[in-house]
Every structure is written in structure tokens, then in C-alpha cells.
């Protein structure tokens, strides 16, 4: 379930439509988290999905750290990729707003932490995936560092996608130890995990 604070808007021609927030989200808030209506795919259910139904897989689906494609039922499938984006997935199992997002200013992520099939660049030049597989140690400190910035911020804005965390996750942002901090490591998915060699796990 995405935070219910944006709305789908058409953004670029290149982009198609993304999510403008519709109202501030402080830095620390969760964006982002997994829910019971979301389509999950395996791998196997996957080589069955109909050649139709397929490119719409593609487009909106994500991948968890087993290699999972997630397809989320509401806006969040909309969310689109920036290389330089204001939300992160992390190794909790959701997303954060890792800075102040201003009301009108689009909602991103970097699907280069949980995405193997899109390909992520809007900018120019743009950049293939293979080029950042396995992940270069460099790009997952500086996005460690930045989920860890965020999630200090945790108990200090409002959470309305609390309910959709565990409780024992919850208990660990909550009073989090940063000897103990989970890695974003950990939400790469499996079968490139293991190809990086300088992986933080």
C-alpha cells in the first residue's frame, strides 16, 4: 500500500503518469509497504502468466528479495524510477522518505534496489541494468546512509502505513540500534545478491 497522501498525475511523455504528494511527507516517513491484497508472483507462476497479461507484469510488477514479483492493487504501482529519488526501499520490507517531500513534487524510488527488469534511467545517457549488476558496494553504502538518516526520523513523524509493518519490525525501527541496522543489502533480489561480490550482508 502506497501513503495515502499523493495522487496519480501525468508527468512527462517519457515518464507516463507518476504520483505527486498532495500534501509535505517529512523525511522518515514510510511511503510504502507490502499489504495482503497485493499480487505476488513466484518465478514458476510467472512462466505460466498469458502473453497478454505479461507486458502489464512487467510494467508495474517488482521484485522482493526472492525473486518475487509484486504487483501492487493501488497507486503504488505508479511510483516511478529517479536516480537521484526521495523514497528508498529498505531492508525492512518497506519504503521511506529519505528527505522532505514538498506537496506537488513527484514521488520516486530507485527500482535499481529491487527491480531486475525495468530499465532505470530517464536521464542521459541512459544506463542499462547490467551496468550496475552486481551492485557496486559504493551505490548500497550511500543508499545505507541514507535509509539509516531516515529512519533516526521514524518516531518523529506521523506513520499512516504503521498498521502494515510487523510488530517486530516495528519494535526494531522503533528503538533502532545502528550497531543492529538491517542493510538495504538484504531487499536486493536473491539470484543478483549473490553475484555481488562486495555485498554488505
Known amino acids: 500500500m502506497v501513503i495515502p497522501w499523493v495522487r496519480i498525475s501525468w508527468i512527462s511523455d517519457d515518464k507516463g503518469y507518476g504520483l505527486l504528494a498532495e500534501r509535505d511527507i517529512p523525511k ?10 497485493d499480487i505476488v508472483l513466484s518465478e514458476k507462476q510467472l512462466e505460466s ?23 501492487s492493487w ?12 526521495n523514497t528508498l ?6 519504503e521511506v522518505a529519505i528527505r522532505d517531500i514538498k506537496k506537488g513534487e513527484e514521488v520516486t524510488d ?4 529491487f527491480s531486475t527488469h525495468h530499465d532505470t ?8 541494468l547490467e551496468d550496475i549488476r552486481p551492485w557496486p558496494e559504493k551505490l548500497i553504502k550511500k543508499w545505507d546512509k541514507d535509509i539509516l538518516s ?12 504503521e498498521s502494515f509493518i510487523p510488530e517486530l519490525t516495528l519494535k526494531q525501527i522503533r528503538q533502532l540500534n545502528i550497531e543492529e541496522y538491517q542493510s538495504v543489502a538484504r531487499a536486493l533480489p536473491l539470484r543478483y545478491k549473490l553475484q555481488t561480490q562486495n555485498s554488505l550482508l
Request: net charge negative; glycine share 8%.
Open 28 to 37: 522518515g516517513t514510510v511511503t510504502f509497504a507490502q499489504d495482503g491484497l
Open 49 to 71: 502468466i498469458d502473453n497478454s497479461l505479461l507486458e502489464y507484469v512487467e510494467k508495474y510488477s517488482y521484485e522482493d528479495f526472492m525473486g518475487n514479483r509484486i504487483i
Open 74 to 85: 493501488d497507486f503504488g504501482k505508479y511510483m516511478n524510477h529517479d536516480d537521484n529519488a
Open 89 to 94: 526501499s529498505t531492508g525492512y520490507g518497506f
Open 110 to 113: 530507485d527500482y535499481r534496489i
Open 121 to 128: 534511467s530517464f536521464k542521459s545517457p541512459p544506463h542499462a
Open 150 to 161: 531516515a529512519l533516526l526520523n521514524y518516531n518523529l513523524v506521523t506513520q499512516p502505513l
